[in-house]
């Protein structure tokens, strides 16, 4: 089934011909004939009278548009303009001109909803069994008898199709913590079996045979290493310092060798765009045959990369020259962060001269790292929100929480891997940009009141820059480093993929993009046929590349924000299951935010449950207080909490 969302996105930025899928005609010929949609030059595109989005806020009958495919302000539509459409449908509207105030249109058609796929369970209304949606307690819109629901039991959950409100299958019950992963997949569509086709594909290939690629560079005399969690299967790029000749090379996974436009494992991959993580396992973005084996850099095996070539100008730590190229690499070490932090404080040492010739090069490349860091700094940002990481047993239910730290081997690649992403989007104007756009000002206003109504004095300097560095500095002076941190990346734009630069503000950079995680994320394969067709001068292969990359970035920016919400959302109903076991129990906690909901953090022996607080002692932002679970609802994961004292915070 076409992705209707998707082909609205696509026919707001021009769709060619070329590129129309069979299971999309249907709705294309339907919106010609309606003149929603004109064909020019083999590129269907809305009517400059038409638009497509989602149905935001319904009050008194009127609503407003959220334009989906481009970027431009919400659309008003009045009384009667509504056509019966409710919020979350997926709607097109017809403009109306000529009306003075803010853009209006009235709807023309409802083509489906915005949340293609919901999660009901059935619950006990006015003494019978109710089909409802598990987040809204609404009716789920099923149609089912009294008798079909009495086969169910109360609890059990199901995964529902909003655009024909059918049952597409049962998931579980709600008693049962090891449904809550179902539950978090389904309601974006999310699975973790390919496809047969895929499969076989992705088995179809051989290890890696370096006589076959003559064309290629052959590094595997180099000795890189990879460095990553100790849990970690998919080995995204590896690294070596040449400190003769101050070059830095950065290898990549070759993941376009094996993945081409259109195939079956392609197709899958854009429409899963992430791989998704999860405390217990991940879900790949591709088959594991090619995430954890042949496209992952695993020590001691020949693998196929693609790499950049970076030299540094010791004095500046500017970039004297760099290029990207197809090699073969031959990694000698697999690291975990650990043994790299060990060996760096001394507790490490090589345990032969492989390992010796490694590790002399990562202590020199630490000094480089060290400083291209504080170089960074001076123009971008060093925010210090607390990365949560979870455990959960057999039964999927907690064991314990704690906040990951970044070590001085996470500071190490992540500058390296920063260089490179730097210095693939400088060699194109058009393609996939990671952007950061500049805070608004009203944002930075509401910023600085909360910041005030917690005692902190804010000087507003000449550039957001020197502020906020000196709202940090406050903040550590205060022991609230992470939490004004959280508070300023709040105050900020969401980072996001486009097909045009403007920069990132966040980093500092002029320009920037992802280059370096194909395994993982499907801007950073796109950003690898790009580069390669600029490399070959194929302008063919290029432009066949950018042809729907405005689609493309939208389409895998909302993919984004879906896994986010996915991995969110799993941890928030663990934490659910563990308060529910908890109920009455007193703990202590951070208020996180006051306005407009008294809500709060849990900072006990379980870390980062969130709570709603809803009775007890009244409480200033970031205050230590001892909070009493009071009820917990394992449908909706949420936890409700009184505040019964307040905590003298330890200094």
Same mark, same amino acid.
């Given at each position: ?25 249907? +709705? ?99 003494? *019978? ?15 089912? &008898? ?49 496809? $047969? ?15 076959? %690629? ?50 079956? #494992? ?5 429409? *899963? ?10 879900? $790949? ?13 695993? $020590? ?5 990369? +693609? ?68 170089? *960074? ?20 239910? #907690? ?35 990671? #952007? ?75 320009? +920037?993009?992802?280059?370096?995680? $194909? ?66 129990? #007193? ?6 935010? &006051?306005?407009? +909901? ?41 936890? %409700? ?11």
């Amino acid at each position: 089934m076409s992705d209707i969302k998707s082909l609205l996105i696509k026919l707001t930025n021009g769709l060619s011909e070329q590129d129309v899928i069979v299971d999309e005609y249907p +709705y294309i010929n339907n919106f010609l004939s309606k003149s929603y949609v004109t064909k020019k030059d083999n590129i269907y595109k809305f009517n400059s009278k038409y638009r497509a989005g989602t149905l935001g806020l319904v009050q008194n009958e009127t609503a407003y548009l959220n334009v989906i495919g481009e970027y431009v302000r919400d659309i008003f539509i009045g009384e009667g303009d509504l056509a019966n459409a409710k919020q979350g449908d997926l709607v097109i509207v017809q403009r109306l001109l000529g009306k003075k105030g803010s853009p209006s249109a009235k709807v023309v058609e409802i083509v489906g909803r915005a949340q293609s796929y919901s999660v009901a369970y059935i619950i006990s209304k006015d003494g *019978r069994k109710s089909m409802v949606d598990l987040k809204t307690n609404y009716p789920a819109g099923v149609e089912t &008898t009294q008798e079909e629901l009495n086969k169910y039991e109360y609890g059990d959950v199901f995964k529902i199709d909003n655009q024909d409100f059918t049952i597409m299958e049962k998931l579980g019950n709600i008693k049962d913590p090891l449904v809550d992963e179902k539950i978090v997949l389904a309601q974006f569509n999310k699975h973790d079996e390919f496809e $047969p086709e895929v499969l076989e594909l992705a088995s179809s290939f051989t290890e890696v045979d370096a006589s076959k %690629y003559p064309s290629r560079v052959d590094l595997r005399e180099l000795p890189f290493c990879t460095i990553d969690p100790v849990t970690a299967k998919d080995f995204d790029d590896a690294i070596y310092w040449d400190d003769q000749n101050s070059t830095l090379y950065v290898a990549v996974a070759d993941v376009s060798e094996y993945v081409t436009p259109f195939g079956a #494992i392609d197709n899958e991959a854009i429409y *899963r765009s992430f791989s998704i993580y999860l405390p217990h396992r991940s879900i $790949p973005m591709l088959p594991r045959e090619l995430s954890e084996t042949l496209c992952s850099l695993q $020590p001691h095996v020949d693998r196929l990369s +693609y790499v950049f070539e970076i030299k540094l100008d010791l004095e500046t730590l500017d970039v004297k020259s760099s290029k990207v190229y197809e090699a073969i690499i031959h990694s000698q070490r697999r690291f975990n962060y650990e043994e790299i932090d060990n060996f760096l404080e001394g507790r490490l040492e090589a345990e032969d001269e492989s390992e010796k010739r490694v590790l002399e090069y990562i202590s020199k490349l630490k000094i480089i790292t060290d400083r291209l860091k504080v170089k *960074r700094l001076k123009v971008g940002y060093d925010f210090h929100s607390n990365e949560l990481e979870m455990f959960i047993d057999e039964n999927s239910n #907690i064991t314990h929480t704690t906040y990951a730290e970044e070590t001085p081997s996470h500071a190490l690649i992540e500058d390296c891997m920063l260089l490179a992403n730097k210095e693939a989007a400088k060699r194109f104007t058009k393609g996939v940009f990671r #952007i950061h756009e500049p805070p608004n000002q009203l944002k930075l206003q509401n910023l600085y009141q909360e910041l005030a109504g917690i005692g902190m004095f804010v000087d507003i300097k000449k550039s957001i820059k020197e502020t906020i560095t000196e709202i940090q500095t406050q903040a550590k002076e205060m022991g609230l480093a992470s939490e004004v941190d959280t508070l300023i990346i709040q105050s900020q734009m969401q980072a996001r993929y486009a097909p045009f630069n403007v920069g990132h503000f966040g980093l500092g950079f002029d320009e +920037y993009t992802h280059f370096t995680s $194909p395994i993982r994320r499907y801007s950073d394969l796109i950003v690898h046929r790009l580069l390669k067709a600029i490399n070959n001068h194929d302008t063919e292969e290029s432009s066949y590349v950018l042809r729907n990359i405005e689609s493309l970035c939208m389409s895998v920016s909302e993919k984004e924000r879906e896994s986010s919400k996915i991995e969110n959302e799993f941890m928030a109903r663990k934490f659910a299951r563990w308060a529910d076991e908890n109920i009455g129990g #007193i703990f202590k906690a951070r208020i996180t935010s &006051t306005d407009p +909901y008294l809500n709060a953090e849990l900072h006990d022996e379980i870390q980062g449950a969130r709570f709603s607080i809803t009775h007890g002692l009244d409480a200033q932002l970031f205050e230590d207080v001892k909070v009493r679970i009071d009820k917990v609802d394992i449908a909706k994961a949420k936890i %409700y909490a009184s505040v019964v004292e307040r905590v003298e915070r330890d200094k």
